[in-house]
C-alpha cells in the first residue's frame, strides 16, 4: 500500500475501526462524558507525575551545573594563587577497576603473545607502554615486557629493567593484563617462521585492533608491533582510559636506584626551602633550529641553528617572526624568567631547571640566573650519584621527572612528551600547580615590554596566563591528548562554598587515607606539526 493510499479519507478505509468509531459515536452522551472524564483524569494523574519527576531530575542537574558553574565562576575572578589552586581540594585522581570489568585473560587461554618495541625517548616511550597494555587488553593477549628503544636521536641502550621496577609492574596490573619477561622457549621452538612484525596507523582504534591485528595473532601465536609510539586512539571508553591511568600512573614505577636519586635531589631542595619549582626549559640546539625561530643571537645563531636544520630534508622554510606570532617558539631563558617574576615568584624563589644542553650555555642561563639567584639542577645536586648514570639519557631524564613531578609548581616551556605527561599525572594527583606560558600572547609582550612600566607589564602578564595556569576550570572534556587530560580519571567532591573556606588560603582537603587510589607519585614521597615535533625530538 502506497503512501498516498494510506492517507486517504477515513470513508474509503474498508477496515472494521471506523465503524467501531462510527459505532460508538453514536453511543449515549452519559457514556461518552464517563469516558472522556476517566481518560482526562489519568492524561491529568500522568502530567503531575511527568512534572515531579522532571522537576527533581532537573533541579538536580542543575545544583550540580550551579556548584561547578560557581566553582569555575569565582576562580576566575579571584587573584591567582601562583603556588597552589585553591579549588584544587575537590579533585583527585580516581582510576579503580571496575565491578563489571573482567579478570585478565590467562597466559595459557590468550589468543597469543604480543611483543612491543617503545619509540622515542623516555617519555615518549612511557605512553607507547601505556597503550601497549590497553591494547594487550584489547586482545586478549599476553604481553611480553616492552622493548625500549635503542635506536632513536637519544642512543640509550637501556633496557626496560633499567629503567622501571619490572616486578612492579607485571604484579601490579595482574588483574588486568597478563604479563611475561619473555615468550617461552616451548612455544618459540614450536614456531615455524619468525614472530610476525607490522606497524599499525598513528591512533588506531579497537576496532582496527579487533579487525586488523587479532587475525594475525591468532595465525601465527606471536606478533611484534614496531614503533609503538602513540599508536592506539585517544578516545577509549572509561573502562580502557581507567587502565592507562593505572600503567601510567602506578604500574610505571623507575627502579628503586633511579628513584634514590631523585628524592635526594628533592630532599636537597626541600632542605634548602619549604618549597620550589621546576622548570623544563626545553632549550636544546636541535629543538631550536627545528623550530625555524630567532632568538636574538643575531647571524652567528641564524648561520649556526640553520646548519643543523639541514638534518632534515622535509622541512619547510619559515618565517621566523610569524612563528613567534604564532606561539610556536620555545621562550628564551630570559623570557621564562620574566614571566614568572611577572606572575608574583620572588627573586628568593628556589627553582630547579630541568634540561638538557642549553644552547649558548650559561650566557643563555645567565639572565634566568639574576632573576632567579637560587638556581639548581641535577649536576650541582648530586654529581656524584649521577655519575653511574651518565651515559643513559633516559635514566637522566628519569632524574629530572622525579623532581619535576614533586615540585610544588611545574613550568613548562614547549608541549613536548614531558610537559603533557606531567601536566596529565600532576592533574591526577590533585591538580598540583603546572603553568605554560601562553607563548602566542606572551610573544607580543615581550616585543614591546621595553615600552610599558613594569607593573603594566606584569599585569598583561597575569591577563595573559589566565586559562594556563593549571587549575580545574582548564580542564574540558575531550580536549588534547588524553594522557595530558586524563578527564576520565579525574573525580571530583561536593563543592560547597562559604566565608571560612574563602578566606582559609591554607585549609586541607578532609580526605580519608587511601582515599586517592594510588595516586601517590611513586617516588617515595616526602609528604600535527606538535605530532612530528615530538617524533623529531622525542623526551
Not at 558553574?69 to 583527585?92: A, C, G, H, N
Not at 624563589?349 to 634540561?355: C, G, K, L, R
Not at 616551556?413 to 603546572?434: Q, S, W
Amino acid at each position: 500500500m502506497g503512501v498516498a493510499e494510506v492517507w486517504r479519507p477515513p470513508q474509503l478505509n474498508k477496515s472494521g475501526g471506523l465503524w467501531k468509531w462510527r459505532s460508538f459515536s453514536g453511543q449515549p452522551k452519559r457514556s461518552v462524558m464517563w469516558w472522556k472524564w476517566v481518560c482526562g483524569f489519568m492524561l491529568f494523574s500522568l502530567g503531575v507525575i511527568s512534572l515531579f519527576t522532571g522537576h527533581v531530575v532537573s533541579h538536580l542537574e542543575w545544583a550540580h551545573q550551579l556548584s561547578k558553574r560557581t566553582l569555575l565562576d569565582m576562580s576566575r575572578k579571584e587573584p591567582i594563587d601562583v603556588w597552589k589552586s585553591k579549588y584544587s581540594k575537590f579533585f583527585y585522581g580516581c582510576s579503580e577497576r571496575g565491578k563489571s570489568f573482567p579478570p585478565a585473560v590467562q597466559e595459557h587461554k590468550s589468543n597469543g603473545y604480543l611483543l612491543i618495541a617503545a619509540s622515542g625517548g623516555l617519555n615518549q616511550q612511557r605512553t607507547g607502554i601505556t597503550d601497549a597494555v590497553v591494547v594487550a587488553r584489547i586482545l586478549n593477549a599476553t604481553l611480553v615486557v616492552p622493548e625500549l628503544d635503542h635506536h632513536s636521536y637519544w642512543k640509550d641502550d637501556s633496557d626496560f629493567n633499567d629503567v622501571f621496577d619490572v616486578n612492579w609492574f607485571i604484579s601490579s596490573l595482574t588483574k588486568d593484563v597478563t604479563i611475561v619477561k619473555r615468550v617461552p622457549d616451548r612455544v618459540m621452538r614450536s614456531m615455524e617462521k619468525p614472530p610476525y612484525t607490522m606497524r599499525v596507523p598513528r591512533k588506531s582504534t579497537p576496532e582496527y585492533y579487533l579487525d586488523q591485528v587479532l587475525p594475525i595473532l591468532s595465525r601465527r601465536h606471536v606478533l611484534q608491533l614496531t614503533k609503538f609510539d602513540y599508536r592506539l586512539a585517544n578516545d577509549l571508553d572509561e573502562d580502557m582510559q581507567k587502565l592507562r591511568c593505572r600503567v601510567n600512573y602506578n604500574a610505571l614505577r623507575f627502579t628503586k636506584r633511579i628513584q634514590s636519586v631523585g628524592m635526594k635531589v628533592v630532599k636537597r631542595m626541600r632542605k634548602m626551602a619549604k618549597r620550589f619549582i621546576a622548570v623544563h626549559l626545553r632549550f636544546e640546539p636541535d629543538m631550536l633550529a627545528f623550530s625555524g625561530c630567532d632568538f636574538g643571537g643575531g647571524e652567528k645563531e641564524r648561520a649556526e641553528l640553520a646548519e643543523i636544520r639541514k638534518r632534515w630534508d622535509t622541512l619547510p622554510d619559515l618565517d621566523p617572526l610569524e612563528e613567534r606570532k604564532r606561539g610556536k617558539c620555545p621562550l628564551t631563558p630570559h623570557e621564562v624568567g620574566l614571566m614568572l617574576r611577572a606572575l608574583g615568584f620572588a627573586n628568593n624563589t628556589y627553582i630547579y631547571v630541568a634540561s638538557g644542553e642549553i644552547y649558548g650555555g650559561e650566557k643563555t642561563l645567565r639572565p634566568l640566573r639574576e632573576l632567579f639567584p637560587n638556581f639548581y639542577t641535577k649536576e650541582m645536586l648530586a654529581n656524584d650519584e649521577l655519575k653511574p648514570l651518565l651515559p643513559f639519557s633516559s635514566r637522566l631524564a628519569a632524574i629530572d621527572y622525579i623532581v619535576s613531578d614533586e615540585s610544588d609548581v611545574f613550568i613548562t616551556n614547549n608541549n613536548g612528551n614531558m610537559a603533557k605527561i606531567l601536566a596529565g599525572r600532576r592533574r591526577y594527583m590533585g591538580h598540583k600547580r603546572t603553568i605554560r606560558p601562553n607563548a602566542k600572547k606572551l610573544s607580543a609582550l615581550f616585543m614591546d615590554r621595553e615600552k610599558m612600566e613594569w607593573q603594566t607589564f606584569a599585569k598583561k602578564v597575569k591577563s595573559c596566563q589566565r586559562g594556563f595556569m593549571g587549575d580545574p576550570d582548564e580542564f574540558k572534556p575531550g580536549r588534547g591528548e588524553f594522557h595530558e587530560y586524563p578527564q576520565a580519571c579525574i573525580c571530583q567532591r561536593p563543592f560547597s562554598y562559604d566565608k571560612t573556606s574563602a578566606d582559609d588560603e591554607e585549609e586541607e582537603a578532609d580526605i580519608p587515607e587511601g582515599v586517592h587510589n594510588n595516586t601517590s607519585s611513586g617516588h617515595g614521597h616526602l609528604s600535527s606539526a606538535d605530532s612530528e615535533r615530538d617524533e623529531v625530538f622525542p623526551d
